[in-house]
């Protein structure tokens, strides 16, 4: 293969990642608009499953593969999973463009409770005078408002951790 066709399909193949990762990203933003109705959204059958396996770290919001590229994952899924930085995801990337998580390594985590607050854009949970940055679907998922009482997950050995999962608005 000459020079110039391998860096085409380079390109192509560059190319064909960052829109699935686009697509994914649009999903996303389509549920957090009109919900997470599950009856309107596809079924994934089992055939459909095939294609690129990536492993990597939950940094609070994303999945960050081996390569460093940032994966989205869905905030509803994160939310509803109690997702916590640092946990081991992996996911598949169908081949018919449909991302699919499953978390397979679980960081250590303990509860903790704090109150819920909201500024620079975003909701945090504050404990003992440290804020750990929380999803807004966690939010609205457990309808909290601000000023509630929340119990959060957060990891057991990383203190400086920046982001938590919501367990129950109390």
């Known amino acids: ?10 390109r ?3 190319l064909i990642q960052e829109a699935e990762t686009n697509l994914a990203a649009a ?19 089992p055939e459909e499953i095939a294609g690129k396996v990536i492993e990597g770290v939950f940094d609070g919001q994303s999945m960050i593969g081996p390569d460093g590229k940032t994966y989205p994952v869905p905030a509803n899924y994160a939310s ?16 018919g463009g449909n991302f699919l998580y499953k ?5 250590p985590r303990k509860q903790v409770i ?3 607050v909201n500024h620079d854009g975003g ?44 367990e129950a608005a109390l």
């Open 27 to 45: 999903k996303e933003l389509l549920i957090s608009i009109v919900g997470d109705d599950e009856s309107d959204m596809p079924r994934i059958k």
């Open 114 to 116: 704090g109150t819920l």
């Open 12 to 14: 192509l193949k560059s």
């Open 123 to 166: 909701y945090f949970v504050e404990v003992n005078g440290v804020e750990y940055r929380i999803l807004l679907a966690s939010v609205t998922y457990f309808k909290a408002s601000l000023g509630d009482q929340v119990s959060i997950i957060i990891p057991e050995d990383n203190p400086d951790a920046t982001w938590a999962a919501v």
């Open 103 to 107: 978390q397979i390594g679980p960081t």
């Open 1 to 10: 293969m000459s020079e110039l066709p391998e860096k085409q399909a380079k």
């Open 80 to 95: 509803k999973s109690k997702l916590v930085e640092g946990d081991i995801l992996k996911l598949t990337i169908a081949d």
